[in-house]
C-alpha cells in the first residue's frame, strides 16, 4: 500500500516534517532566550530595588542618629539645668530646715510665729525657682503655726 504513493508525496511529506520539526526548535529557542531575558531583567530590578531600599535605609539610620545626637544633647541640658536648681533648691531647703529648728525651739504662745525670711537669691536663679521656693517656704511656715496652735490646744487640754 505505501508503494502506492508517489515519491513526490514522499518528498513533500518529509519536506512538511522537517518544516513543523524546525518550527518546534526555533519556537523552544525562542522561549528559552525570552526566559533568560525575563530572569536578567527581574536579576536587575531586584539589585535596584536592593540597591535603593538600602540608601532609604541607610538615610533613615542617618536621620536616626542626628535625632538621637539631638535628643541627647537636649537631655544633657535639661540634666545640667536641673542639677543646677536641685542644688539651688537644697540649699534653700537646707536654710528653711534650719530656721524650722529655730522655730520649734522657741516656746509656742497663742498666735502664729511670724512669718520666716525668705531665702537669700542664689546667683544664676530665675525668678520661678524662687518664687516656687517663697511658696514652699510660705507653706512650711503656716504648717509650723497650726503644728505650734495644736500643740497649744493640746497642752492646755491635757495639761502635759
Known amino acids: 500500500m505505501l508503494g502506492l504513493i508517489p515519491i513526490k508525496d ?6 512538511i516534517l522537517a518544516l513543523v520539526i524546525g518550527f518546534g526548535v ?11 531575558k525575563i530572569e536578567a531583567a527581574d536579576k536587575a530590578a531586584t539589585a535596584r530595588e536592593v540597591a535603593a531600599a538600602a540608601s532609604r535605609n541607610a538615610a533613615i539610620a542617618a536621620d536616626y542618629q542626628t535625632k538621637l545626637k539631638d535628643t541627647e544633647n537636649a537631655y544633657q541640658a535639661t540634666l545640667a539645668t536641673a542639677v ?4 539651688e533648691l537644697t540649699i534653700s531647703l537646707r536654710q528653711y530646715a ?5 522655730l520649734h ?13 525668705g531665702p537669700a537669691p ?12 517663697q511658696r514652699l517656704l510660705d507653706a512650711a511656715a503656716a504648717d509650723a503655726a497650726e503644728l505650734s ?5 493640746r497642752k492646755s487640754l491635757t495639761g502635759k
Open 10 to 15: 514522499w518528498a513533500y511529506l518529509g519536506i
Open 122 to 133: 542664689v546667683a544664676g536663679s530665675d525668678a520661678g525657682v524662687a518664687a516656687a521656693t
Open 84 to 87: 543646677d536648681r536641685a542644688d
Open 149 to 153: 496652735a495644736l500643740q497649744a490646744e
Open 105 to 117: 525651739a522657741l516656746p509656742a504662745g497663742p498666735a502664729a510665729p511670724s512669718k520666716p525670711d
Open 98 to 102: 534650719a530656721r524650722n529648728r529655730c
Open 26 to 36: 526555533f519556537v523552544h529557542h525562542e522561549r528559552v532566550i525570552g526566559e533568560q
